[in-house]
């Protein structure tokens, strides 16, 4: 099951922050294809050179990246261009509006075309309602999350979940019901 994680400003400012996902990896012995570091825009344009090697050492380890709450902070396109990122998140502050915040609809739907226009996937963040999640799918948004999907779930529900979703994946593999 692939895992997200997010990065802190003062973890991914740490000059082995790169040496130390690796080293977590291996002693996780976790495929990093399986891993996500979520960065915030704000952490990646302090010291965006600083950030783009950081980046592209994660790159070559085979991580996913994505910017996190995408929209809230103060991105240069120059760099989103340049930055190893494969994903974008839309802030939730942007979906609690949809569909009927003109403005909300407005910044989220040019949040997705430039998006994928990047060739990046874009995921919305807090989606509670499925009028918000068809305005999102009518916009071209790859992926969501939120209420509707899911609510918050402590540690050994969630695995429940997993193991009936496993179980019923299973059943429909081998034709049954």
């Known amino acids: 099951i692939p895992v997200a994680v997010n990065v802190s400003a003062l973890q ?11 080293q977590a990896l ?8 399986l891993l996500e570091l979520e960065l915030t825009e704000s952490i990646l344009l302090r010291d965006a050179e600083e950030a783009l090697l950081r980046l592209q050492g994660l790159a070559e380890l085979g991580v996913c990246m994505s910017i996190d709450d995408f929209g809230t902070g103060y991105s240069s396109l ?34 997705i075309q430039m998006g994928r226009a990047l060739n990046l996937k874009v995921i919305a963040e807090g989606v509670e309602s499925e009028a918000q999640r068809e305005f999102l799918q009518r916009c071209g948004c790859h992926e969501y999350q939120g209420y509707l999907f899911a609510p918050a779930l402590e540690g050994r529900a969630f695995e429940e979940r997993v193991m009936r ?13």
Do not use: H, M
Not at 85 to 109: E, T, W, Y
Not at 165 to 177: I, S
């Open 26 to 33: 291996r002693a996780a012995d976790l495929s990093p294809s």
């Open 165 to 177: 979703q496993n179980k019923a994946q299973v059943r429909l593999l081998r034709g049954g019901a």
């Open 12 to 22: 991914f400012q740490q000059a082995q922050f790169v040496e130390t996902v690796a």
């Open 78 to 111: 120059g760099y989103l261009k340049r930055f190893p990122i494969q994903r974008l998140k839309i802030d939730k502050s942007f979906v609690r509006g949809l569909p009927g915040d003109a403005s909300d609809a407005g910044i989220v739907n040019a949040i």
